[in-house]
T-cell receptor, first 112, second 114 residues
Framework: EPEVTQTPSHQVTQMGQEVILRCVPI?????FYWYRQILGQKVEFLVS????????KSEIFDDQFSVERPDGSNFTLKIRSTKLEDSAMYFC??????????FGPGTRLLVL | AQSVTQLDSQVPVFEEAPVELRCNYS??????LFWYVQYPNQGLQLLLKYLSGSTLVESINGFEAEFNKSQTSFHLRKPSVHISDTAEYFCAVSVTSGTYKYIFGTGTRLKVLA
């Protein structure tokens, strides 16, 4: 059964550094999403991406964040200058028609 | 805007006992409803969903949920739980158009006791 994959599974970085989180969505899917889950809190929507552009972003998704689908298979989330409060589990999700989303296993980001 | 409330943060239950995990939502427009399960150190797995049609939906591992529009609820039930059901369960909604972004509840940690 096809699944969403994410790399790395864990990332530790210093405050102010740039990080890139990578996702490989399910191959025939057209809608892509990033969510995050701060430890002990609920899963929050960050951004949705369709037809090679951002279709919606949350208030969390400020200028420090960007997304890209560089090669038709990968979907990346870049945090330009990480802050302590960016420490969280980041989930990528994909969907064929937008309704039912399939989530990857997540990347646990720790900013020191 | 939509919101989801899962009132129970933790639910302990003995093995083979029934369980109900509550989910209420608020929305001024039509929504789709979902339950996801997160086992320890794993990602979110779709458990079941309500899109339209029959208000009672079932999963392959014995869970069921019923959409109640008048009470704006989508409670998850299982008549007899197993140790392996120990996990965190998230209720989510999405609007039926646009980007379909999910709004999640805070989650309910189900702990099945032997």
């Amino acid at each position: 059964e096809p699944e969403v994959t994410q790399t790395p599974s864990h990332q530790v970085t210093q405050m102010g550094q740039e990080v890139i989180l990578r996702c490989v969505p399910i191959s025939n899917h057209l809608y892509f999403y990033w969510y995050r889950q701060i430890l002990g809190q609920k899963v929050e929507f960050l951004v949705s991406f369709y037809n090679n552009e951002i279709s919606e972003k949350s208030e969390i998704f400020d200028d420090q964040f960007s997304v890209e689908r560089p090669d038709g298979s990968n979907f990346t989330l870049k945090i330009r200058s990480t802050k302590l409060e960016d420490s969280a589990m980041y989930f990528c999700a994909s969907s064929s028609q937008g309704v039912t989303q399939y989530f990857g296993p997540g990347t646990r980001l720790l900013v020191l | 805007a939509q919101s989801v409330t899962q009132l129970d943060s933790q639910v302990p239950v003995f093995e083979e006992a029934p369980v109900e995990l509550r989910c209420n939502y608020s929305s001024s427009v039509s929504v789709y409803l979902f339950w996801y399960v997160q086992y320890p150190n794993q990602g979110l797995q779709l458990l079941l969903k309500y899109l339209s049609g029959s208000t009672l939906v079932e999963s392959i591992n014995g869970f069921e949920a019923e959409f109640n529009k008048s009470q704006t609820s989508f409670h998850l039930r299982k008549p007899s739980v197993h140790i392996s059901d120990t996990a965190e369960y998230f209720c989510a909604v999405s609007v039926t158009s646009g980007t379909y972004k999910y709004i999640f509840g805070t989650g309910t940690r189900l702990k099945v006791l032997a």
